[in-house]
């Protein structure tokens, strides 16, 4: 079993920073490939970037260059760093977690960029 809990949302003007964590609870957090999605309103959930247990990443196009996925295994916790935010970022922000069939969730955190 693994627990996520995000944090780090908030309201942003177009253009600011945002550091998103996700902290996991339970074991083997090193051995799930790790992700963040996001949903606006009135949209379905889309994967923003993954990291993969070995340390691959991969991003949406949409945020590429401006978004950093990264993990620390030791502390168990999964970041986003957005840089350059738009207000087409507004969504809530998802920590996923998966390995082989298990599929965790956490329960999301609000990211709002003003114009």
């Known amino acids: 079993q693994v627990q996520l809990v995000e944090s780090g949302g908030g309201l942003v003007q177009a253009g600011g920073s945002l550091r998103l964590s996700c902290a996991a609870s339970?074991?083997?957090?090193?051995?799930?490939?790790v992700a963040w999605y996001r949903q606006a309103p009135e949209k379905q959930r889309e994967l923003v970037a993954r990291i993969s247990s070995g340390g691959s990443i991969n991003y949406a196009d949409s945020v590429k260059g401006r978004f950093t996925i990264s993990r620390d295994n030791g502390k168990k916790t999964l970041y986003l760093q957005m840089n350059s935010l738009k207000v087409e970022d507004t969504a809530v922000y998802y920590c996923?977690?998966?390995?082989?069939?298990?599929?965790?969730w956490g329960k999301g955190t609000l990211v709002t960029v003003s114009s």
């Open positions: 996923n977690a998966q390995r082989y069939a298990m599929d965790y």
């Open positions: 339970g074991s083997t957090f090193s051995r799930y490939d």
